[in-house]
């Protein structure tokens, strides 16, 4: 339990999903490739984000803690990211899917939830262009590295899929420094 709280509060050690990285277009932002990887996940709505990824993220620390079929603890690992799908309207909530990626050695049978909210995720392979950026994230941040995002991929005239699009936080809300966060945004496929 230390090592999990350790991990968690100071991300250090942890470990994170395989991508293989593209030449980008862009200086601002990277082109990456992340491999097909099981992810635990659960979904919640609300005008903001903040709270759903706060509740979001302790019914997947339960998860990791042993709260599962096998009573298994599982590392934790990072990012920690978010999908959102935006609501239809400035007053509409919208939908936030908070995931945990699945360690190495729990890839191939991970242990199964407990609770009905959470949920084993299998990502096929996808590609994201990647924005990072440093600080303390928040909505308002958030929206801003994202709008910038857009701004670079129009600029360098790339497909991209409009939503949903997803934040990563690297680091834990204790950690003061030298903090990473990323938006990412879906390559359109080729058909």
């Known amino acids: 339990m230390l ?3 350790g991990q968690a509060l100071f991300s250090v050690g942890l470990k994170n999903p395989k991508f293989t990285a593209e030449e980008s277009k862009g200086q601002d932002y990277e082109i990456r490739t992340y491999h097909a990887a099981k992810w635990v996940s659960t979904t919640l709505s609300g005008m903001t984000g903040e709270e ?3 509740t979001g993220f302790r019914k997947l620390f339960n998860y990791i ?3 599962n079929q096998n009573k ?3 590392e934790m690992t990072a990012p920690v990211t978010c999908r959102v799908v935006p609501g239809a309207g400035p007053a509409c909530e919208s939908q936030f899917t908070v995931s945990f990626y699945i360690p190495d050695e729990h890839q191939a049978n991970p242990p199964e939830p407990s609770d ?4 084993m995720e299998e990502r096929k392979e996808f590609t994201a262009y990647v ?6 994230a928040n909505e308002n941040t958030r929206r801003e590295e994202l ?3 857009l701004e670079s991929l129009k600029r360098d005239g790339v497909e991209f899929v409009d939503k949903p699009y997803y934040t990563a936080g690297y680091d834990a809300p ?3 420094t030298n903090r990473r966060n990323e938006v990412w945004i879906l390559k359109k496929a080729e058909q």
Do not use: E
């Open 131 to 136: 924005r990072t950026y440093g600080g303390f």
């Open 72 to 74: 298994a603890k599982v």
């Open 3 to 5: 090592k999990a709280m």
């Open 52 to 54: 759903c990824v706060k």
């Open 147 to 149: 709008l910038k995002l």
């Open 174 to 176: 204790f950690k003061l």
């Open 116 to 119: 009905s909210d959470v949920f």
């Open 65 to 67: 803690q042993g709260n």
